[in-house]
């Protein structure tokens, strides 16, 4: 055999795309699914599918087809259905089944935290309708913010400050959900001091953290992260207990992004991704172990010694402002020529087919003597690369 593993991608986009390069330097076989044809993952793996990951008998059909040795699903929308049958058959889904299921919907995960666990988290109240969100907002109280149990990159995400918002918050969760049904969380709006990505990676020699990496929204989506963020040792250690108790009851193995809300020395967990998350991109320069590379290892099962921080990092996107399939970049060298020996710059496009406002099409990321100067020439850098629309 020429290869020491085949991988079923479940989901293609600039996470899966990383992936899948950490996966080829190990000598891994990957077959790249999405639901559209030249995905960025696509572009690297070994072969392609192309159907809806809500499509159970294509997810089955791809498997009998394929037969890997490994199921990882990239993104949230699966039909995890088929997943738990497929793993109840023998084939083995990262990190598994029921890791998949619980947090393809925000209600699962937060109820396993919160109820079964009895983790910090915020109020919260699960609703179906205008009605049930206003009956979530009495219960909240406001600001509270709304968003659909299942999205990605925190699209469909609000904050509603007065009553007379909840219609268009809960109608604009509805319009940016994915999946197939209409269902929001409605959770109390946590005065934090900031938030972080803890990436937690559950390796069968045990749990390991990489340092906490924190970063900026804007209408629910990432647009830059850092690492290390700066935390009290009591509020990490609390991030870190909670993390491990999730991921444990969990299972499987890889890499977990774990976000939580910091509020002086106290952690409350938010959210949970089984799987490498966008903020995580920063770790592209700041450790020698990426954390799409501990993801591959935990998953294979190979040794991680050491993730081997390199120091204070920072990353910043690159965003479109419209729709087109007809652009190139320019700005490349600039943006590189930014960089030194003592502070590095890079750059990632991730090879995204069509353009769309706000849609990520790259990601600068920079590296020096501090937390404050890298984000500083990360967004310089980004600000170097413009998208050059041709229609």
Known sequence: MSHIATILLLGSGELGREFVISAKRLGARVIACDAYDDAPAMQ??????VFSMLDGAAIRAAVAKHRPDYIVPEIEAIRTEELEALESEGWHVVPSARAA?????????????????GLRTSRYRFAESLAEVRAGAAHTGLPCVIKPVMSSSGKGQSTV????ALEAAWNYAVANMRGDRARVIVEEFIDFDYEITLLTVRTRDGVIFCPPVGHVQEKGDYRESWQPAAMSAAALTSAQDMARAVVDD???YGLFGVEFFVRGDEAIFSELSPRPHDTGMVTLISQELSEFDLHVRAILGLPIPDMGFRGPAASAV???DRETAVFGFE??????ALGTAEAPVDVRLFGKPVTRPNRRMGVALARTDSVEAARALALQAAAKVRIDYRS
Request: proline letters at 0%; zero cysteines; glycine letters at 12%.
């Open 44 to 49: 690297l793996a070994d072969k392609r599918e």
């Open 101 to 117: 299921a619980m947090t393809m919907n925000r209600d699962a995960i937060r109820g396993l935290a919160a109820e079964t666990l």
């Open 161 to 164: 400050r007065e009553e007379g």
């Open 250 to 252: 969990l299972g499987g």
């Open 318 to 320: 690159i965003l479109a």
């Open 331 to 336: 700005g490349l060298a600039e943006a590189l």
